[in-house]
């Protein structure tokens, strides 16, 4: 069952986990673990790392080293989730 936290702080690494819609395999479906690799490469850019990570056909285990950030990690993570599907349908 999902668990929804806001994150009062604006640094700091954290293990991020989403899924796709029913478990569906849509990664592997659509092709799609280079968009994952895209958000990754925007992260950096935005001075975030990288920790580790795993990409499964239906769903993705991430740990994300936020640097000081004005955005809070609640919205980034959020506009991934955004982004990733937004891109396989394109």
Request: net charge positive; charged share 10%.
């Amino acid at each position: 069952m999902p668990v929804k936290r806001t994150i009062p702080y604006n640094y700091g690494i954290y293990s991020i986990s989403f899924t796709c819609f029913n478990w569906l395999p849509l990664i592997d479906i659509v092709n799609g673990y280079h968009i994952v690799y895209n958000w990754f490469d925007y992260l950096k850019k935005q001075g975030h790392f990288i920790s580790g990570y795993v990409i499964m056909p239906n769903h993705l285990h991430v740990m994300i080293g936020f640097s000081n950030t004005k955005q809070t990690i609640n919205t980034i993570i959020g506009n991934g989730k955004r982004l990733i599907p937004s891109n396989v349908s394109q």
